[in-house]
């Protein structure tokens, strides 16, 4: 499977984010902003807004001098002994944090053996999961999550999907002419969110951005009842800044 990988923001900050982290774990007794700074090379004010993300997501802790020492989330994900487990419970942290800034339901799915996996959800009360009526592997022609992954993908690739799922019509907005399809999934820029504006079920909209850790193509996607379709792309931009730590996990 061949990709077509652009670099986004969400990659960059997690590759700056990566870079203050190791900075972080060589100075075992702590080590200030300023000297991160110096040896990182990232600006003041985006050094600021990094160490503020990763001492909310437990990568980092700040002692009473105002330095900086590794936090307990990378201890978890740094030892052999339970890292699957602890890395499912810090993707879900960092999912339901998602969930409750966008104000709607998360996924996180990836592109694997040719196929579209939902790997993880947050929803809530307020903020319910879309109803899969279709399965998400059958519907990658009709769904925000399905097009951001087939986007990520070389046109050989994507024509092997889409001659394994042929697309079908599921709503009247469906795209079902493939060539129409690949033209819209040509056009679209990695740094846009890609919209499903109830081509998967009536009465629901949706928003995916692509999240890229090495050769893996994956993406993290919102749904959201058409009445909060007024919401749709403020969410998907809230959506696509807070993808950092999500692929920040992943590349511990």
């Not at 990378?74 to 800034?101: K, P, V």
Request: glycine share 8%.
């Amino acid at each position: 499977m061949a990709l077509k990988h652009e670099p986004t923001a969400p990659n960059h900050s997690a590759q700056d984010a990566l870079r203050v982290l190791e900075t972080v774990a060589r100075h075992a007794g702590g080590v200030t902003d300023a000297e991160i700074a110096r040896r990182t090379g990232v600006g003041s004010e985006r050094l600021t807004a990094l160490l503020l993300m990763l001492r909310r997501e437990g990568y980092v802790e700040q002692t009473a001098d105002g330095a900086y020492v590794t936090g307990v989330a990378l201890a978890r994900l740094g030892s052999a002994q339970g890292h699957d487990q602890a890395l499912s419970e810090q993707l879900q942290r960092t999912l339901d944090r998602l969930r409750d800034s966008v104000g709607a339901a998360v996924y996180i799915s990836r592109y694997e053996d040719g196929e579209i996996k939902v790997t993880g959800c947050a929803e809530g009360p307020g903020t319910p999961a879309v109803h899969q009526w279709v399965d998400f592997r059958s519907a990658a022609h009709a769904t925000a999550i399905g097009k951001s992954l087939l986007g990520q993908l070389d046109l050989n690739a994507r024509r092997d999907h889409l001659s394994r799922h042929r697309p079908a019509r599921l709503t009247s907005r469906t795209i079902t002419n493939e060539r129409v399809l690949l033209s819209k999934l040509d056009a679209q820029s990695p740094t846009v969110p890609v919209l499903d504006l109830q081509e998967y079920a009536p009465g629901t909209v949706c928003a995916a951005v692509p999240i890229t850790a090495g050769s893996s193509v994956g993406c993290l996607a919102l749904s959201l009842p058409l009445e909060h379709a007024h919401r749709l792309r403020q969410a998907a931009h809230t959506l696509n800044r807070g993808a950092a730590p999500v692929l920040l996990s992943l590349a511990i």
